[in-house]
């Protein structure tokens, strides 16, 4: 399940903003709420000094001046004398029954016996109790209480409680806390307009190679992005444009080539069939003229469905594997079955077909038979009678090649080079075979480059010709 962190409809810009203030947000709350910890446990801990101090002061005088309780009064009572008004630690003596023995002026308003914690025991000098409490006045103290145990002859014990106040230092930190806030919200703020300001002028590459991509149409296919030099992020964006824009290329060229074929050979059919039905409805004809004009009209509809199919099969087959499905076969036993289909035709030609060598081979069964079904028609129709036919399988380097050679009128050398494109037929081809499309060699050409493969021609004009397959 893909969890979704922000609407799908919001822009890129929108999205590095956000991300961008949230960092910056977050990264400056940790930092004011580690500098919150550290003020306000910096700031406990000097009260909590305070206090273990002031009772520890007490202890050391009550042990060992048990009996001067003028020094021990005027130990309370020197707090209240630091500051006029102000009294930062108040301490308060009581006896075993809770009884005042004495106390800092004042603190009886502020903080009761009861509000101190309950005391260790007098022999436990490593247990701390402090706490934080509210006096009645509404300020806030630090309090702890001890027992001491005191020396004999006297014996007995004392409480000592006492009290630092937090109230100055609880303002400090309220204060410190509003200030935080202000800052965080002054940098939520900011950060959101730089972060703006950042993603406009980090994208500013996407709106330029949009610009760039507008002005592409279907008339400029040859224009391309990557010409003008991209951030690396935005280059791959650019290189993956110009290769969809190279296929399209490649697939309007296509098209057009398509277009353009199938009106120049369906025009001369459309038009011989035209003209023979114009003629044949000129007048009343005889049952056998208009069956005559029947069969011609048939031949060139025979004619049209191979063009078409031609046509439609190339169309399929310039989508790169488009179709193929390789698998291993045996390449002799291919080309035996051909072969033997082609057995009659060679007998009523007197031809002798001979077949060598044998591979493996990973290829599409159907398309293979097909390429050199094409290969065997044209070697038949092109060789006269009593000639030579040869189908060979070599392995060569790891490739394997399968050639078929004739004796057959051959192909001139100002040729050779045009063979392979769409509809194109010499002059001794027109001849010999008026009712060929031109389209045999092609579909030939599309298998291999279907099978990543190669198609060589060697040929000369009264001595035959070889076509070889090169399969990788």
């Keep these: 399940m893909t969890v979704r962190i922000f609407p799908p409809t ?3 810009a929108r999205r590095l ?17 580690l500098l919150d910890w550290v003020l306000t446990t910096d700031m406990k801990q000097d009260n909590v000094q305070d206090v273990r101090a002031e009772g520890q002061i007490l202890r050391t005088l009550m042990t060992q001046r048990s009996e001067d309780l003028h020094t021990l009064r005027e130990e309370v009572e020197r707090e209240s004398g630091s500051l006029p008004g102000y009294v930062r630690c108040y301490v308060r003596v009581l006896d075993e029954q809770h009884g005042t023995i004495a106390e800092t002026p004042g603190m009886g308003d502020i903080l009761k016996v009861g509000a101190f914690p309950e005391p260790p025991s007098a022999f436990d000098v490593k247990t701390n109790n402090e706490r934080d409490v509210r006096g009645r006045d509404g300020r806030l103290f630090l309090v702890a209480s001890q027992w001491v145990q005191l020396p004999r002859p006297e014996g007995g014990r004392r409480l000592i409680q006492v009290a630092s106040d937090r109230s100055e230092d609880e303002k400090l930190i309220a204060e410190y806390r509003r200030m935080v806030v202000a800052v965080l919200a002054v940098g939520l703020v900011l950060s959101v307009t730089l972060g703006f300001l950042i ?13 760039a991509v507008k002005g592409i149409s279907a008339a400029h296919l040859s224009t391309r992005v990557s010409s003008i030099h991209w951030p ?33 050979e369906l025009r001369t059919p459309i038009n011989n069939l035209r003209g023979e039905t114009e003629v044949a409805l000129g007048k009343l004809r005889t049952v056998e003229e208009y069956r005559g004009v029947l069969e011609s009209s048939l031949e060139e509809y025979e004619r049209l469905t191979r063009v078409i199919e031609g046509l439609l099969f190339l169309a399929r087959t310039d989508i790169r594997n488009a179709g193929a499905r390789p698998v291993l076969v045996n390449i002799r036993q291919e080309i035996d079955t051909l072969v033997e289909y082609f057995d009659a035709l060679a007998e009523e030609k007197a031809i002798a077909v001979s077949v060598s060598g044998n591979a493996l081979l990973s290829v599409d069964p159907v398309l293979f038979r097909r390429a050199l079904t094409n290969l065997l028609s044209n070697a038949f129709q092109y060789t006269q009678p ?4 040869a189908l060979s399988v070599t392995t060569v380097d790891g490739s394997v090649e399968v050639a078929v050679s004739d004796t057959g009128v051959g192909i001139e050398k ?27 060699l092609a579909i030939v050409k599309s298998i291999m480059d279907l099978h990543s493969g190669s198609v060589a021609i060697e040929s000369a004009s009264g001595q035959g010709t070889t076509v070889t397959l090169k399969f990788p």
Aim: glycine content about 6%; overall charge negative.
């Design 386 to 389: 009593h000639g030579k036919i």
């Design 10 to 12: 919001w822009s890129i």
């Design 17 to 33: 903003t956000a991300l961008y203030a949230l960092s910056l947000f977050l990264l400056l709350a940790i930092a004011a709420g």
């Design 232 to 264: 690396p992020e935005v280059a791959v964006l650019a290189d993956a444009f110009d290769s969809v824009l190279e296929r399209l290329e490649s697939s309007f060229a296509l098209l057009t080539q398509f277009s353009a074929d199938l009106a120049h």
């Design 199 to 211: 993603a406009e002028t980090g994208l500013k590459p996407l709106s330029h190679i949009a610009r």
């Design 414 to 440: 100002s040729d050779l080079e045009n063979v392979l494109k769409r509809f194109f037929r010499s002059d001794i081809a027109r001849s010999l075979h008026p009712q060929g499309t031109g389209l045999g």
